[in-house]
T-cell receptor, first 117, second 114 residues
Framework: AQSVTQLGSHVSVSEGALVLLRCNYSSSVPPYLFWYVQYPNQGLQLLLKYTSAATLVKGINGFEAEFKKSETSFHLTKPSAHMSDAAEYFCAVSTILLIQGAQKLVFGQGTRLTINP | DAGVIQSPRHEVTEMGQEVTLRCKPISGHNSLFWYRQTMMRGLELLIYFNNNVPIDDSGMPEDRFSAKMPNASFSTLKIQPSEPRDSAVYFC????????????FGNGTRLTVT
């Protein structure tokens, strides 16, 4: 079964510093991977997704993630953190189902990102 | 598009009462998901539907929980009777078919059972 592990439930960086949020996946088949962001009192929003095209995926708000099959990783990065990036971030993998067209996402436990002024 | 619409945003009820959460997915989306989020367990998938048919309800915690999708534009999650441990934020999400289709989440219903 597919799964994801996010390393670090809390990450704190200074404004302007590099953001690195780690995600490792487990999948017996080529995975589809996603990063979502959740701001306080809101639902999750899609940041970016990997669907077996380019291994470096660019998303919204300056975030990007690189798929590394050899490391089974899909880490999220941003070169320069902004105060507005403070939120919780979730990595997710799409599972394969026997029923055509039906899919579901399995989420990691989330990483809370804090930005220090 | 208005996005996924959930109601109510907040619900406070007493233990033993019935609670009904509602969701209107994005028009045209044929997959619908109910998630529960708590500090202890994180984001848990409760049940999901494809073309209005329940595909997997293995995440539903107990028989007290039930979900329906009578048509493509409406779904409910019911808890009867409610218990304090059901207190959580419940999210509804919808998507198109396909393994690479992202989920679109509603803003959630914060349920407090006293």
């Amino acid at each position: 079964a597919q799964s994801v592990t996010q390393l670090g439930s809390h990450v704190s960086v200074s404004e302007g510093a590099l953001v690195l949020l780690r995600c490792n996946y487990s999948s017996s088949v080529p995975p589809y991977l996603f990063w979502y962001v959740q701001y306080p009192n809101q639902g999750l929003q899609l940041l970016l997704k990997y669907t077996s095209a380019a291994t470096l995926v660019k998303g919204i708000n300056g975030f990007e993630a690189e798929f590394k099959k050899s490391e089974t990783s899909f880490h999220l990065t941003k070169p320069s953190a902004h105060m507005s990036d403070a939120a919780e971030y979730f990595c997710a993998v799409s599972t394969i189902l026997l029923i055509q067209g039906a899919q579901k996402l399995v989420f990691g436990q989330g990483t809370r990102l804090t930005i220090n002024p | 598009d208005a996005g996924v619409i959930q109601s109510p945003r907040h619900e406070v009820t007493e233990m033993g009462q019935e609670v009904t959460l509602r969701c209107k997915p994005i028009s045209g989306h044929n997959s619908l998901f109910w998630y529960r989020q708590t500090m202890m367990r994180g984001l848990e998938l409760l049940i999901y539907f494809n073309n209005n048919v329940p595909i997997d309800d293995s995440g539903m915690p107990e028989d007290r929980f039930s979900a329906k999708m009578p048509n493509a534009s409406f779904s409910t999650l019911k808890i009867q009777p409610s218990e304090p441990r059901d207190s959580a934020v419940y999210f509804c999400a919808s998507s198109l078919e396909g393994k690479d289709s992202p989920l679109h989440f509603g803003n959630g219903t914060r349920l407090t059972v006293t």
